[in-house]
């Protein structure tokens, strides 16, 4: 089993930004890929960047590319998502997850965080 708590959200202003972090426990944690979805109320859950395990894979939606940056620090159990430059259309509830490889797909994901809000004001 794994264990993910995402921390971080909150509310900015448009052009702000945020950290998010997942702290992850459990033995099988070890070789996970993890990602970020987000999930906006009355819209489907999407893709927002995922990492490999030795970080040397990695991939971010588009609308996100060139503003978050993914990170891990295995020896900590930890994955962050900086988030520049953020826009109204970035609110949503941000969900950390963990699988076995880098995937755009949130069914891929066994396990996931319950959510952090992060709202962005115009």
């Known amino acids: 089993q794994v264990q993910l708590v995402e921390s971080g959200g909150g509310l900015v202003q448009a052009g702000g930004s945020l950290r998010l972090s997942c702290a992850a426990s459990g033995r099988a944690f070890n070789n996970q890929a993890m990602g970020w979805f987000r999930q906006a109320p009355g819209k489907e859950r999407e893709f927002v960047a995922a990492?490999?395990?030795?970080?040397?894979?990695?991939s971010y939606a588009k609308s996100v590319k060139g503003r978050f940056t993914i990170s891990r620090d295995n020896a900590k159990n930890t994955m962050s998502l900086q988030m520049n430059s953020l826009k109204p259309e970035d609110t949503a509830v941000y969900y950390c997850?963990?699988?076995?490889?880098?995937?755009?797909?949130?069914?891929?994901?066994?396990?996931w965080g319950q959510g952090t809000q992060v709202t962005v004001s115009s």
């Open positions: 997850a963990a699988g076995a490889y880098v995937r755009m797909v949130a069914s891929h994901y066994d396990y």
């Open positions: 990492i490999s395990w030795s970080g040397s894979t990695i």
